[in-house]
């Protein structure tokens, strides 16, 4: 069985740009989570996806959003980005059913400079 | 929201060492994960232990739901088992800050 995969894996943007991240979960799971971790500190919830639709988003700006395809795989599109979004995106899946728990990508190292 | 701390912070054992890692949390929970991120980053999914006792291997953990907290144990420590163990909470998962573990050979 395939894992959650995220791509790409490294990225380098300027600021000011805009970066898109993308995430595809493990077949047969409806719901993505996007978490950013920052260098050296722990991780903060982003955005919760379910069924297509934006169940949850964490507290961070508007110019941080995304969408959930009907395939479930998931975009996250920062805008406008600046220097303090550098940091590792990770993607995380569920199945609809409760009593599994997440599994993660392997994350997104984005740059920016 | 529901506060989530996790101890020691950080943590320095000799290869086969034994060590418990402690999470508490400040309301009832329906989920809770342990987690081990790798050097490069990689969440690993350790345990879904909303209650009760698990064990894999090496590792072990217990969660006393109605006491609020969580232990995760490691036995006999290898280096490869080095990085930070986090402990995440309820549906949005909320993590805590991690316990950061080194194993010295």
């Known amino acids: 069985e395939a894992g959650v995969t995220q791509s790409p894996t490294h990225l380098i943007k300027t600021r000011g740009q805009q970066a898109t991240l993308r995430c595809s979960p493990i077949?047969?799971?409806?719901?993505v989570y996007w978490y950013q971790q920052a260098l050296g500190l722990g991780l903060q919830f982003l955005l919760w996806y379910d069924e297509g639709e934006e169940r949850n988003r964490g507290n961070f700006p508007p110019r941080f959003s995304g969408r959930q395809f009907p395939n479930y795989s998931s975009e996250l599109n920062v805008n406008a980005l600046e220097l303090e979004d550098s940091a590792l995106y990770l993607c995380?899946?569920?199945?609809?059913?409760?009593?599994?728990?997440?599994?993660f990508g392997s994350g997104t190292r984005l740059t920016v400079v | 929201g529901i506060q989530v701390e996790q101890s020691p912070p950080d943590l320095i054992l000799q290869e086969g060492a034994n060590s418990t890692l402690r999470c508490n949390f400040s309301?009832?929970?329906?989920?809770l994960q342990w987690f081990h991120q790798n050097p490069w980053g990689q969440l690993i999914n350790l345990f879904y232990i909303p209650s009760g006792t698990k064990q894999n291997g090496r590792l072990s953990a217990t969660t006393v739901a109605t006491e609020r907290y969580s232990l995760l144990y490691i036995s006999s420590s290898q280096t490869t088992d080095s990085g930070v163990y986090f402990c995440?909470?309820?549906?949005?998962?909320?993590f805590g800050a991690g316990t950061r573990l080194t194993v010295k050979p």
């Open positions: 995440a909470v309820e549906s949005r998962m909320r």
């Open positions: 077949s047969g799971h409806t719901s």
């Open positions: 995380a899946s569920s199945p609809p059913s409760a009593g599994h728990g997440y599994t």
């Open positions: 309301d009832s929970v329906n989920n």
